[in-house]
């Protein structure tokens, strides 16, 4: 009887481990989820905000469409347009599939895959952006001066402190991009690092 008692015991005590070691496992994932969500909420929320901007003068922009005259500046005009909705767009969409990797269902394999191609993808249209971003002032210049101060910038010719003005915006634009950019690397990096240790 006491052998009886004793196996008893050993499988009610192994039954109780096996239950612990899960709900301990669970804990961790669930845990490793949050904060790998939460490296991707405050680039969410400036994308978000950054979007909402776009999107706003996008809107501005279609309101007074009207105003430019010319077909180089409507070409500008939907270059802009472009530039100003589909980037944006793209950029929350990545960030979203990003964010919400199924870490507790789905395979580490699978997992770390999705989020390599995900990752690669959104530093990817970060480089476009900012390649965009310095080309199209050539486009965007032109529509805001045209529907802001009806002046066709192609049929001026600039004053000293304009191109001052714009070297300047060329310097902030390159240092500002090269932070985002590296927060954007070290937030992919961290969060890679975490999926990483879940093996």
């Known amino acids: 009887m006491e052998l009886e008692e004793l196996q008893s015991a050993w499988t009610q005590l192994s039954d109780d481990l096996n239950h612990q070691k899960k709900l301990t496992n669970k804990i961790i994932l669930d845990m490793t989820k949050q904060k790998y969500q939460n490296k991707f909420t405050t680039i969410t929320k400036y994308e978000t905000l950054g979007a909402f901007v776009c999107f706003a003068i996008a809107f501005f922009i279609l309101l007074n469409f009207s105003k430019l005259d010319t077909w180089y500046l409507q070409v500008c005009g ?24 199924d870490i507790i269902n789905g395979s580490y394999k699978e997992n770390l895959k999705f989020y390599l191609k995900t990752k690669n993808r959104l530093l990817k249209l970060q480089q476009i952006g900012i390649a965009v971003g310095f080309i199209g002032l050539l486009f965007i210049v032109p529509v805001t001066s045209k529907i802001i101060s009806n002046k066709n910038v192609f049929l001026t010719s600039l004053k000293t402190e ?14 500002f991009c090269k932070w985002a950019y590296n927060g954007y690397l070290k937030v992919t990096h961290s969060a890679q690092e975490l999926l990483q240790d879940l093996e």
Request: hydrophobic share 70%; net charge positive; glycine share 0%.
């Open 78 to 101: 939907i270059l802009t347009l472009s530039f100003l909705i589909i980037l944006p767009a793209m950029v929350l969409i990545t960030l979203k599939k990003i964010k919400n990797i």
């Open 162 to 175: 304009q191109y001052v003005i714009f070297a300047i915006t060329l310097i902030a634009m390159v240092f």
